[in-house]
């Protein structure tokens, strides 16, 4: 995977080279920042806004460390890294709910939304994507460790529950879809280790078990929404579609990309260029910091490299996948897990920017590490 960061970091890096005039002008967009009058202009970068595609390319830094980091450690350091992923999303999980009691939180570093419940994060989305990323770990660590099923097991349950239930006081409408294919997909994983654990049991227990633990998931939620606490749930049901300003700028983005593309806007230059495009319509007290599209913000930005990349990226990632999906369910435990955390970051992508905030940039460089090494024997540990 290391050769696919190298490319990202590439592609940015190359948007701040100085072109010489008659190539800028000639970028697709660029006519407008042309005056005839100043006379010919200076050798400008292939980006619009250099100074926020220079933010862009300092971002990277965090996935470049955390894959430095994590090529130092061992297979048994590595196998550790799902317990204390899952450590931190329960940490996050319970500055959550309180937030959700009524308590405020605020960061000076985290431009967060009065009486939101985000945890951590500036937005509910990430958040909830994050506790969904707990769904999906907590069951296959509750049956990785052979000696430790006993109590692991209930803690899992716990914790997928627990998670589950915030998603829900979160009001993210991304997060109800990310948390049930987290709560399936971390089913599946862990089903083979279920009935290991369960080999000497009657045949009925396991399925009996699976549903039981759906039915008390489901009936929790439901309580949950009987009790006015399923802030998503209402969201959703109230969504008005014509009310939904990232759906009613969603033509702007697509006029843009069509006047800048094949060479794009610049990565991280999404806010000052929207801003020239923005109709009146869409004029309010916030701004439209982002697309909430990830993949069209890509494509905005870095234009047809930045395509070309993501379709070979998103080629490896299923090729990757296929491979670890077809391995024993021993040596593919991690790279299933990595796939599964990769695709749901990919869905809630559809919908917002997770993959653009330092967690989910280390959390990805984590899951393409394990998905990369799913030929390899690591045993999940503690």
Known sequence: MAWLLLAAVLVVLLQLVPLPPAVWTQLPGRAAFFDSVLGAPP???????????????????????????LTVLDDAERGRLPGILLGMIFLSALLGLWQFSGFSFRHPLVNDTGGSVSSIFANRNHFALFLALGCLIAPVW???????????????????AFFALTILATGSRSGILTGVLAIGMGLMFSWSDVRDALRHAPRWVPPALAAAIVGIIVLLVLISIAADRAESINRALALDPGEDVRRRGL?????????????????????PMFRIHEPLALLKRTYFNHAHNDFLEILLDGGLPALLLLLVSLGWYIRMSIRAWRAAPVRGGLARLGSGM???????SAFDYPARTPIFMANIVIATLWLGQGASRMALRR
């Open 142 to 160: 509750a049956f990785s460790g052979l000696q430790d099923r006993h109590w692991r097991a209930p803690v899992g349950f716990s914790l997928v």
């Open 342 to 348: 990769l695709l749901l970051i990919l869905v809630a």
């Open 43 to 69: 050798w400008r970068p292939w980006s619009i806004v250099p100074w926020a595609t220079f933010n862009a390319a300092s971002s990277l830094i965090v996935p470049v460390v955390t894959l430095y980091l």
């Open 251 to 271: 033509s702007t983005v697509l006029a843009m990309i069509s006047a800048y593309f094949p060479a794009g806007t610049g990565f991280g230059s999404f806010d």
